[in-house]
């Protein structure tokens, strides 16, 4: 009987992690990797999610990005309802392998379920000393409705 291949090397040493030359993630107690993900052309911030062994494995393998859906507990593959896919252009892993930065290319140029081409679109003032804290919108518009791309379907941000 074959013994099952494991996806990804063991973490043996510190220094194999850090130096070597093979993907040894470390996911976190449940099980996720956060991900910043960065348009690849001007190199914006786009959002921010996480990863789990399956996300990971399917990003690496169809070159589109996939997460894991902390609100709806579920593997999330980017643009599949909105046709916003993220295609991957480069996939970087830091240097303890716990955290994955993805250079994107987008088909629809919108990376937000809310609308705006990125999930960062208002900034937060430093140096501020009204509370609460007001911000200020980084985008002008949204690239798209999304009551047009997703209907009424629930917001999957848990407040």
């Known amino acids: 009987m074959m013994a099952e291949r494991k996806p990804f090397a ?3 040493t510190v220094e194999q992690v850090e130096e070597g030359n093979l993907l040894a993630p470390k996911f976190d107690a449940n099980g996720l990797l956060p991900v910043v993900t960065t348009d690849a052309g001007n190199g914006d ?11 990971l494995l399917r990003t690496i393998r169809t070159g589109e990005a996939h997460y894991w859906s902390r609100s709806r507990k579920c593997l999330w ?5 909105s046709g916003l896919v993220q295609k991957v252009v480069e996939m970087r892993i830091d240097d303890d392998q716990d955290a994955v930065w993805l250079r994107v290319a987008v088909d629809g140029g919108a990376s937000c379920h809310v609308g705006y081409r990125s999930c960062f679109y208002r900034a937060v003032p430093t140096g501020a000393e009204d509370i609460p804290v007001e911000l200020s919108f980084t985008e002008t518009g949204k690239v798209f409705d999304p009551k047009e791309v997703y209907g ?8």
Do not use: F, I
Request: net charge negative; no cysteine; proline share 11%.
């Open 45 to 55: 911030v786009l959002m921010m999610g996480v990863m789990n062994e399956e996300a």
């Open 77 to 81: 593959h980017k643009g599949a309802t």
């Open 10 to 12: 063991p973490r043996e």
């Open 152 to 159: 009424d379907a629930p917001n999957p941000t848990q407040l």
